[in-house]
């Protein structure tokens, strides 16, 4: 029987954002067989470095790990974009030292959460539907740097990938700019039972980008 703890920040704790419709949590639960279980530890607002906090609650019976964090860390971070760069490599400066600062603090929650010894999946950031289409291509643009040290962390620890990037491709599974919609979660949470029902590997990583029709 397996238990699937979720990690992370609203991309799992949406409830907040889809009306009387289900959480990622609950489509999961309906997702998996009728035996298994699955429990939110991620909190709306939790940032990378919340993550070795939401590890205490683990329970001991739990058998898969998927961590979806990343979006508040870019947002914090967000005033990068509004910064004055003399030159485009003055912009990518301020872009480096963001990316820096992310894949300092992601490497050390990696670090805690490979210390549970569970098999595990990361999730990348998917890019926002903000309503003007310049702030939505400049923050999409800035998220392929974070969403490069996602993948690269995981790769090099042989971690698996949920590319909500590839999942989330639809406006209608957004219930906002940067929050999944009911359809997004049930895109979620079919991405995250495929990861945990295929055979695990010794050490390659696997990347999860589509939803399996019927």
Known sequence: MAH???LGD???DNAAYVGVGPEVVQQLRSALPDSWQATRLALDGNVTADVRRQLGGIPPDTTHLVVSVGGN???RASGVLERTARSVADALGLLAEVRERFQAEYAAMLDAVRSVARPTALCTI???RYPDPQRRLLASTALTL???VITREAFARGLDILDLRVLCSENADFANPIEPSVQGGRKIAEAIRAF???QPEQRDSR???RVRQG
Do not use: T
């Open 10 to 12: 609203s991309v799992f």
């Open 146 to 148: 974070l969403n490069d």
């Open 207 to 209: 990347v999860f980008a």
């Open 196 to 198: 945990v029902q295929a």
């Open 126 to 128: 998917y890019d926002p």
């Open 73 to 75: 860390d870019a947002l």
């Open 4 to 6: 699937v703890i979720l």
